[in-house]
């Protein structure tokens, strides 16, 4: 198998490793915190701290998998039209940027949550503020990278859909699915949280990443 073949199965299977880390760190992320009050979700924090660093860990992983997916994803498309993969690539390396910085809000949480607790967890504090702005900058973080992520995904999966190197309908699938991200993330800057409109990405991401990976790219048919 020459290189050649060998990038597209290396692509789907970063497609589903990104995607597996993400859903992970997500659903470790919010099963933590929880949706009470800042010192419950304090609380949460220091009983639970290998949940939180579990969460962040997958968030990592899911960072590097953003950084691995858009060198992928120029290679394969670069010859589409450069400048704009340059450009997509550009986006992606933006949002792993971010997704890394975003949760050293996360690590904070928990040294924090801990000191909460030895303090006994007092009604009004200090603690609940910083908490608040730790968590508050994190889901900011998280809506800011979505805004980079969806603005580069719509320029690879334009150049996916140009070349034909996959199936047009699974093309037009992840153009829909990265323009909902980005209105959501639009209203979601405006103060309304509709980020469920998003999803239609998460099985789009494992869906291309399977058919990448199970019958890769023939050139000789675009």
Do not use: C
């Not at 992970?24 to 939180?52: C, E, H, K, R």
């Not at 949002?95 to 949760?103: G, L, N, R, W």
């Amino acid at each position: 198998m020459n290189s050649e073949s060998r990038i597209p199965r290396v692509l789907g299977a970063v497609f589903l490793i990104q995607a597996v880390g993400s859903l992970s760190s997500y659903l470790l992320f919010n099963a933590t915190v929880g949706s009470g009050s800042i010192s419950d979700s304090l609380v949460n924090i220091s009983n639970q701290p290998l949940q939180m660093q579990m969460s962040i860990l997958f968030e990592m992983i899911t960072s590097l998998g953003i950084v691995a997916l858009g060198a992928l994803l120029f290679l394969v498309l670069q010859k589409q039209n450069k400048a704009i993969a340059l450009v997509a690539l550009g986006w992606y390396m933006a949002e792993a940027i971010i997704v890394a910085v975003s949760k050293i809000n996360a690590f904070s949480l928990i040294p924090l949550s801990q000191e909460f607790v030895k303090a006994g967890s007092p009604d009004s504090s200090y603690f609940q503020t910083l908490g608040t702005l730790f968590l508050g900058a994190e889901r900011s973080g998280s809506t800011i990278y979505m805004l980079f992520f969806s603005l580069g995904a719509i320029l690879f999966y334009y150049l996916f859909y140009k070349s034909r190197y996959i199936p047009r309908v699974l093309s037009a699938w992840g153009l829909v699915a990265a323009h909902l991200a980005l209105i959501a993330t639009l209203l979601t800057f405006f103060g309304r949280d509709l980020i469920l409109i998003a999803l239609p990405n998460l099985p789009f991401e494992i869906t291309v990443g399977i058919w990448l990976m199970v019958k890769g790219i023939d050139y000789s048919k675009v």
